[in-house]
């Protein structure tokens, strides 16, 4: 069986793939086609447009996640495989032919199209039979990993996919297995401090924290903070949640506020990075 490590560009991940070499080494990218969120460096805009096989316009995680990979990938002198869905701008305008249908907590669509399908879709296209795929939970996230296996059958992952078609020309879609999760921080009792020593004299860039800039997991004072450090990419979310809104009422990021708000608010309040820990992010749930 095949291995793959799955890596976010995050410290545990790639903790993985400095620690448990792999046949392949997956990164999925979250793209955004509006130029206002554009990566500033043209060279490697164009460096990771030849990785992606599409033009790179910029991405709604922090910026320093394209150092991440790049570094990454030379520390451990193997190749890393990138791979991206739709923009994040197409999937939400989408879900709801002109309208926009925003992911939340209970409907995030996101991880799955940007994240796992476009992964799925690598899989599908490079290998074709069932992989261990290495997942960067630590050894305290005992609870994420059973539920990733409560969600298996037998063990393997299943993606939703088209198989085929009927005689009428209607799609034919099946179930098909495609990944076995193993956890090996877990197995090793890797905890948060083993892996922030190991990267402490590394070559590796990291991001203050992983995930989209706006990501609904968070919570609204951390959001805040990044609507100070990432403006022009907090605005999209702004701008998506309003015309979000124009579709109907309460097509929010989050239950209970806009991000609009989010924003305009706290300001007696003075945020410091060390106010918050990855904790406080929330995950993509890979």
């Known amino acids: 069986m095949k291995t793959v490590n799955s890596l976010s560009g995050g410290k545990t991940s790639s903790y993985i793939a400095a620690n448990y070499p792999a046949d392949y080494n997956l990164f999925a990218l979250v793209t955004t086609s509006d130029k206002k969120c554009m990566f500033p460096d043209k060279k490697l805009r164009q460096e990771v447009s030849d990785k992606i096989g599409r033009e790179f316009i910029g991405t709604l995680e922090e910026d320093v996640i394209i150092h991440t990979m790049l570094d990454l990938e030379q520390f451990i002198g193997r190749e890393i495989v990138w791979v991206a869905g739709k923009p994040f701008d197409e999937i939400i305008e989408r879900k709801n032919g002109t309208a926009i249908n925003l992911p939340t907590a209970r409907k995030r669509y996101c991880t799955s199209e940007m994240k796992i399908t476009p992964m799925f879709n690598w899989w599908r296209e490079n290998i074709g039979e069932v992989v261990e795929m290495r997942i960067g939970f630590r050894a305290n996230e005992m609870r994420r990993a059973k539920t990733m296996i409560e969600k298996s059958i037998d063990g393997v992952r299943t993606e939703r996919a088209i198989i085929g078609q009927s005689k009428n020309g209607r799609n034919k879609w099946a179930e098909i297995g495609w990944q076995k999760p193993v956890f090996p921080l877990i197995d090793a009792g890797i905890f948060k401090d083993n892996v922030e020593e190991f990267w402490k004299d590394k070559p590796v860039r990291f991001a203050y924290m992983n995930n989209c800039i706006g990501c609904f997991h968070r919570n609204e004072v951390l959001l805040k903070l990044m609507s100070d450090k990432h403006p022009n990419k907090f605005d999209w979310f702004i701008e998506k949640e309003k015309k ?19 924003k305009e608010s706290f300001k007696q309040i003075e945020l410091f990075e060390t106010d918050f820990n990855e904790c406080d992010s929330g995950y993509c749930g890979l």
């Open 244 to 262: 979000a809104l124009e579709s109907y009422r309460g097509n929010v990021w989050k239950v209970g506020c806009t991000y609009k708000k989010i």
